[in-house]
């Protein structure tokens, strides 16, 4: 009896210091006139849900500052209760990390830091973090100003720069984050800090492929391009498609990337369930922002190429910039403030494969045997995404690997693997799980064994194993190091972050 009455002490006195925690800090967030959202409040579940339903999390509390100054006080208020602080720029982490990936965090939302000034002087612009993709290209391009990053409008654009940011046009301008001059990071003790080359040039190193685990970068400086004159979309279609010719839309499509096609052409192979057991269906698509007489011959060195099966349909479309990111971004539009983001029940992994050993031919058939026959099987709701990196001329490759924390700069192709649950399902399959789980193995077990593949962050997986040394390669070690002397209480801590 004694010792349940002292558990029962002990269990009463957590809840009661946990209460005094959210009392405080409701206190200090407001006297910083910092609006919040707390566990009981009524909009909380609507603040608190996660764009990949797989993932229930609730946090301590979601804060929505206004001002920089805000952003910090609520990261010192965090602090100051020993809780993980996590920033939410758009709120597409996979794992939902931008609500803590666990629970008891305190988010610090930055949908109100929206701001976009573009400067004519030296055509930088100057993006808060509280903005997502599909806002930031509406603003540049009022302005004739262009960024490489993704197609989907609702990504935000802090986790988007701080981990990758890949598009089609990244072959030409390289990732979101290479094009990052400075930044604002307000760090875990909630001092406000500039990072570029020369000042706090560490930080700034790890903030361009690591910065959620460094602070909340409030905004970013970034080196714009001109608004293309011309850009060519296009999509290729092969229906039902046996293991023979899929492989070879593969293998020719690396033949094809190590020829000399020119840094303007974007693309990616895109893999789904087949009308029976071993078929599968098949799309090229991307952008061409080159001048549009030419991209016929281009894209005819890939389509002409050895046992190329001929496509089933095809629509070529060229028009400006901005039509091209208006057509990768359907069926959503861009300006995200007209309708309310979506979301999925999904599981996700990725594989960087290395420019210097493309798969190899049994690899290839590895791969497409197992999509078209277990894909067929499957009762999730799948696709593979095969991203085109490298190359010849590839402007992602050609930075030095250890010039950002950015890992993976040898690579060829990035390969997203992504099944959703299935309709109408209230929780996601296991089966699903070892379905990616065997598809990537497809691809490994038929590959070297020192074969120098890595993963991709935007597309994180909780599930990974060795993920540390597969998003974070050779850096992980400076990384860590790096840690110590900027986050040192580890207040920026998630699942597969910089511990």
């Known amino acids: 009896m004694v010792r349940i009455t002292s558990a029962l002490n002990i269990a009463a006195l957590v809840l009661c210091a946990a209460a005094q925690n959210v009392t405080i800090l409701k206190q200090t967030l407001s006297a910083k006139g910092v609006t919040a959202v707390y566990q009981g409040d009524s909009n909380y579940s609507t603040v608190s849900r996660a764009f990949n339903r797989r993932f229930t999390i609730s946090p301590v509390a979601v804060a929505f500052p206004t001002t920089v100054s805000q952003v910090a006080a609520a990261v010192a208020a965090g602090t100051a209760q020993k809780l993980e602080v996590v920033a939410r720029s758009g709120g597409h982490s996979y794992i939902a ?7 008891g965090a305190l988010v610090v939302d930055l949908s109100k830091l929206k701001a976009v000034t573009v400067r ?8 808060e973090t509280g903005n997502r993709l599909g806002d930031v290209a509406l603003a540049l391009n009022a302005k004739g100003r262009a960024l490489p990053h993704g ?14 940011g890949f598009g089609f046009t990244s072959r030409a301008w390289g990732l979101t984050l290479d094009t990052v001059k400075s930044a604002m990071v307000v760090l875990g003790n909630g001092t406000i800090v500039s990072t570029s080359a020369n000042v706090n040039p560490d930080l700034f190193w790890a903030i361009r492929g690591a910065s959620p685990s460094f602070g909340i970068v409030t905004s970013i400086e970034v080196q714009t391009f001109p608004a293309p004159p011309s850009a060519t979309v296009f999509s290729y279609n092969w229906n039902n498609l046996n293991i023979s010719a899929a492989s070879t839309t593969i293998t020719a499509f690396q033949t094809f990337a190590a020829s000399n096609i020119p840094p303007e052409f974007g693309a990616e192979l895109v893999f789904g369930k087949g009308s029976s057991s071993g078929k599968l269906s098949v799309e090229l698509t ?6 549009a007489n030419l991209f016929s011959d281009i894209i005819a060195r890939y389509l002409n190429a050895p046992g190329m099966p001929k496509p089933s349909s095809k629509t070529v479309t060229p028009g400006s910039y901005i039509d091209s990111v208006k057509y990768f971004a359907q069926p959503q539009a861009l300006n995200t403030s007209m309708a309310p983001d979506g979301s999925d029940n999904f599981y996700t992994k990725s594989l960087m494969t290395p420019s210097g050993s493309p798969m190899s031919a049994s690899a290839v058939k590895a791969f497409v ?14 696709f593979v995404e095969v991203e085109l990196y490298g190359g010849s001329n590839s402007a992602i490759n050609a930075v030095p690997l250890d010039s950002t924390a950015f890992a993976k700069r040898d690579t060829l192709f990035t390969i997203q693997f992504y099944a959703s649950a299935p309709t109408g399902a209230t929780s996601y399959p296991a089966a ?5 789980d065997g598809m990537v193995s497809s691809i490994l077990n038929n590959s070297p064994a020192n074969w120098n593949y890595g993963a991709y962050l935007n597309y994180i997986d909780d599930k990974l194993a060795n993920a540390t040394t597969l998003y974070y390669g050779s850096h992980y070690a400076r ?4 840690k110590a002397t900027w986050d040192p209480k580890d207040t920026f801590r998630f699942p597969v972050g910089v511990a």
């Open 120 to 127: 004519p002087s030296n055509n930088t612009a100057l993006i």
């Open 286 to 291: 991307g952008g061409y922002y080159g001048a």
């Open 369 to 382: 045997t197992y999509m078209a026959n277990q894909g067929f099987s499957s009762n999730t709701d799948w």
């Open 151 to 164: 197609t989907c409008p609702y990504v935000g654009i802090g986790g988007h720069s701080g981990y990758g």
């Open 432 to 436: 699903g799980f070892t379905f990616l």
């Open 479 to 482: 990384l860590m190091s790096l």
């Open 97 to 103: 990390n931008g609500l803590g990936g666990n629970n």
